[in-house]
């Protein structure tokens, strides 16, 4: 930022200067020291908004916080992930933190291992890491040094905070209701283990597990069907396409996630099947997308904008005070029920 007659970026003793305080004064209110009075930081908050007066960033890394929160997501298509920034967002809002994102594959750990380590190295003060692909042992070794959240994966650690959902919960949800509906031969569409990462609880890995135990509980164990064709609108179509085309194609399809749903819709489509009335199909997340009347997507709500909020929340918890305890935060969620699912035909 320019000084009014823009020869030079505004300093703290410009802002000193202006508000009539010592420079330590400046300081004290940038830093949110303790013991300085309402009076001084409405003098000196109202210099630096006058002088368009912005910290730099650099600087304030040299005296030990950038005020920056790095945010690694598998990939950008996937509407749970916006939910899930809302949250974050809303709950940084009125603070000083910035958010910076970063991308990676779903199942690509060298991309998403060289992000993390690019969001270290520019001094973060904190990471949200989203279903993270990256070796377990890698983010252990990050969180020891820089404060972590993992959402999604339900592998504690004394390094870093869990945001989880109740996946079983969930899935049981799902599974009863199209129970009820009166369908038995249900097939579920998921996304495949991540080779190397050494997570042992992924989100995936809880609803592969619980989808197989609840159709176990109604007595349908012989008619579970697993797709691991990835948790995409790609990976759901080709799954959809291979479980329709079979011998024995599902009256309905669970699929993990709501961007694997639409895959279904399409591969649907395709064959000249109507959704509800051939095919009953629920989803995962309860994204914006499965509310959209063309679609109406049943799907189990895991509540993504609490889960980004909470996360973000217990960041800043570690980053400012909280090191000596991990905590694990379970979200509840609960079915929507929307037009895509029916009882089968008779």
Request: net charge neutral.
């Amino acid at each position: 930022m320019r000084s009014a007659g823009g020869s030079k970026r505004v300093t703290i003793t410009d802002v000193a200067h202006s508000a009539g305080v010592s420079t330590s004064a400046v300081s004290k209110v940038l830093r949110n020291a303790y013991g300085v009075s309402p009076a001084m930081r409405e003098r000196v908050q109202s210099a630096m908004a006058e002088l368009g007066y912005r910290p730099h960033a650099a600087a304030r890394g040299m005296r030990g916080r950038t005020y920056t929160i790095g945010v690694l997501l598998a990939g950008i298509r996937n509407a749970f992930y916006a939910d899930l920034l809302d949250g974050v967002n809303a709950r940084l809002r009125n603070t000083e933190y910035a958010l910076f994102i970063g991308s990676g594959g779903d199942s690509e750990k060298e991309d998403q291992t060289k992000l993390i380590h690019a969001m270290v190295d520019r001094q973060m003060d904190g990471l949200i890491l989203v279903a993270p692909a990256v070796p377990r042992p890698e983010v252990v070794r990050i969180a020891a040094d820089v404060p972590t959240v993992v959402l999604g994966h339900h592998d504690p650690s004394p390094v870093y905070d869990c945001v989880v959902n109740q996946d079983g919960v969930g899935v049981d949800l799902a599974v009863d209701h199209l129970v009820g509906l009166g369908h038995r031969d249900i097939a579920h569409i998921s996304h495949p283990t991540v080779r190397g990462s050494q997570w042992q609880q992924r989100p995936e890995h809880h609803v592969r597990a619980a989808y197989r135990e609840a159709m176990a509980r109604h007595g349908l164990a012989d008619l579970a069907r697993v797709m691991n064709s990835g948790y995409s609108d790609e990976g759901g179509y080709r799954g959809a396409m291979e479980l329709l085309t079979s011998q024995r194609p599902p009256s309905a399809i669970f699929a993990g996630a709501d961007v694997a749903a639409t895959g279904v819709f399409r591969a649907a489509a395709e064959l000249g099947l109507r959704i509800p009335e051939d095919l009953s199909l629920a989803g995962y997340n309860n994204t914006s997308v499965a509310a959209l009347v063309p679609v109406s997507l049943t799907s189990v709500d895991q509540a993504g904008a609490l889960m980004g909020e909470t996360a973000a929340r217990l960041l800043v918890e570690r980053i400012e005070s909280r090191r000596d305890r991990a905590v694990v935060m379970a979200s509840t969620p609960h079915l929507v029920v929307r037009g895509s699912t029916a009882p089968p035909r008779a």
